[in-house]
């Protein structure tokens, strides 16, 4: 597959891409919502499915508030997808991946889904981001026996949702990991103040599930304040000064990537500097660590991999870099390492599900994909008691406008 990326940048280095052969347009829905179910044997044909190509699809975000992992995602994906392809493919099969953009819209994800399943028939969705817009595609998904792999978003109801069994994520959930990162500085910090600013969405709700239960088991800490923010929303000048106010130890925040460095700097603005702010696994970005004038300095974030600066020896690490930098023009991102893993993990499960490609071989398949990365260093090991690829969850710290490991949580 031949791809451009093309980047207008942002206060905060996010971009637009551009794919060659990758549809971002605002295609109507095809007529009629039934959808056809995928064979599940060799000798009736599988949806996405040909003697010579596996067609994968994505309804992502490459022009809304998470553009910033959408489309660095997809370019990391494509340029796995590249070398595959040029080295022949998974067993005589090129891959071709088609990704249609829904601005963080979920009317617009569901449209996009639709279209994807019901008239470009792809085999699997790979990377279709946020949760809202996954729940309410995931109908469309299932009556078609089409997985979803690697969503871009790490919500509980990724693999809860219904009793379809051929959903696959990258990493723990948004609960799990905040969870351990806000426990770890609780106790570090002997803290018993918490506050939470959040995006009313599943991915904002698991981070104030996370502090109630925390609050909830622990009688020496209080959930001082929750406050609900719209995904745009620019100026928390009001809702800081009230957190500050409250006299929070501890900030949660889950937030957009421009939110979090926004939030982190209006604070540090103000002078409030006795009050620790952690993201979860969204606020992990080269663009929050490096906001202009250190605005983002001091905040905590969890991830499912050490900040790839830190492995810059490592040959396969440097090799990555080099080679996306050169293909893209841009830095690598934590939307880049998220869409390389998962085009490397969706590669390995089609290879193990052989020739005979179906959604029952490809879940046989994906199973049995296990190996160390060279590239981030972690390790992914799906199992039929498992369907989360990386269990490795760490607490990074901005420091001097990078990121630094403090722990291994997990």
Known sequence: MKWTFKTTLLALSVGTIGLVGCSNSETPAASGTDTETAATTSD??????????????????????????????????????????????????????????????????????????????????????????????????????????????????????????????????????????????????????????????????????????????????????????????????????????????????????????????????????????????TGFHPAVADAPGGASEGLYAVSYYNDLALRANEPETKAFVDKYKAATGEDVSAGAILGYLSAKVTVEGLKAAGKDLNADTFNTGMETVSFVDGVTGSTVAISPESHVAINDIYLSQVQNGAWKTVTQLK
Request: glycine share 8%; hydrophobic share 40%; with cysteine.
């Open 44 to 281: 009736v044909p599988v949806q996405g499915v040909t003697d010579t190509e596996i067609l994968l699809g994505s309804a992502n975000d490459l022009s809304g508030p998470f553009a910033g992992f959408g489309n660095p995602a997809v370019a990391g994906a494509n340029m796995y997808f590249d070398e595959v392809n040029a080295a022949g493919g998974v067993n005589g099969r090129m891959i071709r991946y088609i990704v249609e953009d829904h601005s963080y819209q979920v009317p617009k994800a569901v449209q996009s889904a639709n279209k994807l399943v019901s008239r470009d028939k792809v085999f699997a969705m790979l990377m279709s981001l946020g949760t809202p817009h996954n729940l309410a595609s995931f109908p469309i998904m299932d009556r078609a026996n089409v997985p979803s792999v690697m969503p871009l978003t790490f919500a509980r109801a990724m693999q809860e949702e219904g009793d379809f069994d051929r959903r696959y994520t990258s990493g723990s959930t948004y609960y799990d990991s905040i969870k351990l990162g806000m426990e770890y500085l609780i106790a570090e910090n002997n803290m018993s103040n918490i506050c939470v600013m959040y995006i009313p969405s599943d991915y904002g709700e698991e981070t104030n599930e996370a502090a109630k239960d925390i609050t909830d088991n622990n009688p020496n800490v209080t959930l001082v304040m929750a406050s609900s923010h719209r995904p745009d929303e620019t100026d928390f000048a009001g809702a800081i000064a009230k957190l500050k106010e409250a006299d929070c130890d501890l900030v949660a925040l889950s937030l957009t990537i421009r939110g979090a460095i926004t939030a982190v700097g209006t604070a540090n603005a103000m002078g409030w500097t006795d009050v620790k702010f952690v993201a979860p696994v």
